[in-house]
């Protein structure tokens, strides 16, 4: 038996103790956070937020990929998002591999290098601030103003800002 079976019979546990409810589909506090997959990081938990309050995108590094784009415009254009919090973390695997060597690896494993760009990064801050400037730099996004940058320990649970020096916020890309 796989961890996903455990997981359902979770899921019918708790299921099971919460009353029915229906809650709208806009979140509450008209925010959209993005963030790294990192099983460490609780994002509601460790922002004190609760179900129907805000959507949260994840990928391997909270990268602002096109895809995130994509999710970001659907979430300010269709369901009433008008902040933006990006939440990289230190310690995150996206620090332990270079974009040419898991692009080779890919390539040598399965004869095709991919399409998508890897992504990784040495500088977790450096990373925040290109991220900051990927949403402020995106015309598919209506609110680009409200957007902010955070790392999050994963030792101490702590959120330490990162901001973007203002000369380059509007800049040319
Ligand atoms: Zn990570």
Sequence with gaps: MGIIDDLVVN??????????????????????????MDSRLDVFAALGLGDGEAHVLRNAGGVITDDVIRSLALSQRKLGTREVMLIHHDDCGMQTITDDGFRNE?????????AFAIESFVDVEVDVR??????????????????????????????????????TVGGVA
Aim: net charge negative.
């Design 11 to 36: 899921n019918r546990t708790y299921s099971a103790k919460i009353a029915e409810s229906h809650l709208p589909v806009e979140p509450s506090s008209h925010l959209a956070i993005v963030t790294c």
């Design 106 to 114: 890919l390539r040598e494993s399965t004869g095709v290098a991919p």
């Design 130 to 167: 290109q991220s900051i400037l990927r949403v402020r730099r995106s015309d598919f996004l209506p609110y680009r103003e409200a957007v902010r940058g955070f790392v999050y320990d994963v030792d101490t649970h702590a959120l330490r800002e990162v901001v973007v020096a203002e000369e």
